[in-house]
């Protein structure tokens, strides 16, 4: 999945509430009572009814390229609530390029929701030559800005465009990880559905507001929807989302609360990428807190095939895609900064019951690429008719750890010594316990396994450069085309750390 090509508003032009603005009773007119009701009922009555897919914009629009989309700039001194001292603004995208197909959007004040109507007056847009009417439909999403980094400076925190996407970042990081409303047949032979978010709805904050509302109606040919998201930027960034989705036809596989990144190499894969960086990602870890109080940590890869990994749960604590390396010097570009790329951390609201987190790889070798697909797969099927209703909290921002545990900081690996072997460094960062660092020495034990190879030579040791344990181990892989790998390391009997888990492929 491409992040330029392959980031697609398929859709919009919801059923409408009012055209464009007016003044006085007019614009009183226009005006229609609003409600998180109103888009649930929407999409309610939508799943009754058949697929009807959107128009694509104009070709002038659709034919862009990349950098002459990008041209096209919001005026930031039209944004909504600019200068009204209500904690946050928002501004309205233009369709073009690969976003092909607009969205509607409202503003809601006072419980009364009001279309905003396109003008190409919203926009700069430098030297193209394209020509657009008010009226039409070229709205594409929206971005909200807060002043997350700098007293009384507004700065992006959340955007929504492109099919069901959206990407939020926390304090002082910028835009790495998305996630989606919802994923439907991701990584199936059957091919994949995406569904996306015909309109918007967003509400005025409050003076000096510390959350903004935004709802949103989503539709695909199997499904719809209503979404709620109240958003709370900070170091890290909190969305409040509640969901209704509405069977139009039977869904087998379901992924709910979607995150989709970026992982091309790191120092396992160096070996296959000429490039002056150590290592390129957006995430490098998929971390699962389970209800049992374990903590799982898999480090990504970048497959030479397609890999789809389940991770069997019931009522998951919470699951994300991490980005855990976060020096200048893991990845020293200055352009890039993988450094400052947020993680993206799930937490239901309510008991999702049984189903498993699906990790799905893809091989790829440009980091345009969003290769990288985590979501929550409920066991119990959607069905046409039916409705499904679920809360969840998502977080942009640093990575959501157990300190109280040991945490893997570092995977390695590479041919053994004498060349008969893999070799595989894990390192492990240390328990805090009262902001302390606790010792991990000799009395800790290594507890390594594996599906299928013979594991020999485990060492288990402090780390006097990290202050943390390093644990090596070698795998005899003749023969071997799969295997599972699992490492903890234990005291007493008790495990003491998040649980390594790999696949190696030969």
Not at 126 to 150: T, W
Not at 320 to 334: I, W
Request: glycine share 8%; proline share 7%.
């Amino acid at each position: 999945m491409n992040r330029r090509e392959f980031s697609v508003a398929l859709g919009a032009l919801a059923l409408g509430a009012a055209a464009g603005p007016g003044t006085g009773a007019a614009q009183d007119a226009k005006k229609t009572p609003f409600s998180r009701k109103t888009v649930i009922e929407l999409a309610r009555e939508m799943a009754k009814k058949p697929f009807d897919p959107p128009p694509p914009v104009p070709e002038a629009f659709g034919n862009l390229s990349y950098d002459d989309h990008r041209k096209i700039r919001f005026k930031k001194d039209k944004g909504l609530w600019v200068g009204a001292n209500r904690g946050f603004s928002a501004e309205l995208l233009h369709a073009g390029f690969v976003v092909k197909s607009p969205v509607e959007l409202f503003k809601v004040e006072d419980g009364k929701a009001e279309q905003i109507t396109y003008s190409p007056d919203y926009f700069d847009f430098g030297d193209l030559n394209v020509q657009s009417e008010p009226g039409q439909s070229l709205f594409s999403g929206i971005r909200i800005n807060a002043p997350i980094n700098v007293l009384h400076h507004y700065d992006e925190v959340v955007v929504f465009q492109g099919a069901s996407y959206f990407r939020g970042v926390g304090e002082n990081q910028i835009y790495g990880i998305s996630a989606r409303g919802l994923a439907i047949d991701t990584g199936e032979p059957t091919g994949e559905e995406f569904p996306f978010f015909r309109s918007f709805w967003i509400e005025r904050p409050a003076i000096d507001a510390k959350t903004i509302t935004v709802h949103a109606l989503l539709d695909s040919k199997s499904v719809t929807g209503a979404f709620t998201f109240v958003i709370r930027p900070g170091n890290s960034t909190v969305l409040d989302v509640e969901s209704v989705l509405f069977g139009r036809a039977d869904v087998n596989h379901l992924g709910l609360a979607p995150l989709t990144s970026m992982y091309l190499f790191d120092g396992r894969e160096r070996h296959r990428f000429d490039d002056f960086r150590p290592a390129v990602h957006d995430s490098d870890t998929l971390a699962i807190a389970r209800k049992n109080g374990e903590w799982i940590m898999r480090p990504l890869a970048n497959p030479e095939t397609l890999q789809i990994s389940a991770f069997v749960e019931e009522d998951p604590v919470g699951f994300g895609l991490q980005q855990r390396e976060t020096d200048y010097e893991d990845y020293k570009d200055l352009e890039a900064r993988y450094e400052l790329r947020p993680s993206a951390w799930v937490e239901p609201k309510t008991p999702w019951k049984n189903g498993h987190v699906q990790l799905v790889e893809i091989p790829t070798d440009l980091e345009t690429n969003d290769n990288i697909v985590a979501f929550w797969h409920p066991r119990k099927q959607l069905k046409r008719g039916q409705e499904m209703a679920y809360g969840y909290w998502l977080t942009f921002g640093p990575p959501v750890v157990n300190q109280r545990i040991a945490r893997v900081a570092e995977s390695r690996m590479g041919m053994s010594v004498l060349r008969k072997r893999r070799q595989f460094i894990v390192d492990f960062a240390p328990p805090i316990e009262n902001g302390v660092p606790v010792y991990l020495g000799s009395d800790v034990e290594p507890r390594v396994t594996a599906s299928s190879g013979r594991i020999e030579h485990v060492v288990g040791r402090h780390n006097p450069m990290t202050g943390g344990y390093q644990v090596s181990f070698e795998m005899d892989t003749t023969d071997v085309e799969l295997s599972e790998l699992r490492l903890v390391l234990a005291h007493d009997g008790e495990q003491i750390s998040e649980t390594w888990l790999y696949r190696w492929t030969a």
